[in-house]
């Protein structure tokens, strides 16, 4: 009895090792800014996977003649000028180096002036990122006049919507709408929904034409029918 509880007491302390070695690897990751970027467009990639078809996205897409610069990926909108022509919606994902971990070490301290200053920073790069987002995708007529910057963590975009300052800037002077993964996917959804409305639409307009065919159809058998029984 006491070896089975011995046993099950090791196998308890290796699961918790595991979890911590795990845990561990986890903040390497984030901790890594390049490997932070690369996890905003890893989930950037699977809300697409999920969410819309794959003829109803692209992805690296170049939206300027001439521009090596490619947006990371863009939303197939339908043209209301032609059924095979379609406006691209760019979104691209993005992360502000250190600013972010630097302002939760702020919030930690308590310090008022550390945060304040924390908060700048960070506000200062999400204008910059979202001008960059501005100056390298946004072509219209080929896109849409907006943009959308993808900030893969919750917290991070709270911070950003909770000062409607620096969100309306974003807005006014860049053109760029920011989104959260739970934001982003709630609006890939919602053009989803469009996207299916828009199909029927144009499936109620073939069906429409067919019946009419038929109609015509019918009115010519009728003809037929008619010649017949006057002939016999």
């Known amino acids: 009895m006491q070896e089975k509880k011995f046993d099950t007491l090791m196998a308890r302390q290796s699961e918790m090792r595991s979890l911590a070695t795990g845990v561990g690897d986890l903040k390497k990751v984030l ?6 970027g690369t996890f905003g467009e890893y989930q ?3 809300l697409f996977e999920q ?3 794959p003829e109803q996205y ?4 170049a939206t300027k003649p001439g521009s090596r610069e490619k947006v990371e990926f863009a939303v197939k909108l339908p043209s209301k000028d032609s059924d095979s022509d379609f406006i691209l ?3 691209d994902s993005k992360f502000p180096q250190d600013r972010y971990p630097a302002l939760l070490d702020a919030y930690e301290t308590a310090d008022p002036e550390m945060v304040n200053t924390a908060v700048k920073g960070l506000e200062g790069t999400i204008k910059s990122l979202a001008k960059d987002i501005h100056d390298k995708y946004l072509n219209p007529p080929h896109t849409t006049d907006f ?3 993808f900030l893969p963590f919750e917290g991070l975009y709270a911070e950003v919507v909770k000062r409607p300052l620096l969100f ?3 807005q006014r002077d860049y053109k760029v709408n920011v989104v959260g993964p739970s934001t982003l996917a709630a609006f890939l959804h919602s053009l989803q929904v469009g996207f299916r409305t828009l199909a029927i639409q ?4 073939e069906i429409w034409s067919l019946l009419g065919a038929v109609k015509t159809e019918f009115g010519r058998f009728a003809d037929i029918l008619e010649g017949v029984q006057r002939k016999m």
């Open 31 to 36: 901790m890594n800014i390049r490997n932070r």
């Open 44 to 46: 950037l990639e699977m």
């Open 51 to 53: 969410i819309l078809a």
């Open 58 to 61: 692209a992805k690296a897409v």
């Open 89 to 91: 919606l760019h979104i």
């Open 147 to 149: 943009a959308l910057m």
């Open 168 to 170: 309306e800037t974003l």
């Open 202 to 205: 144009k499936r109620s307009s």
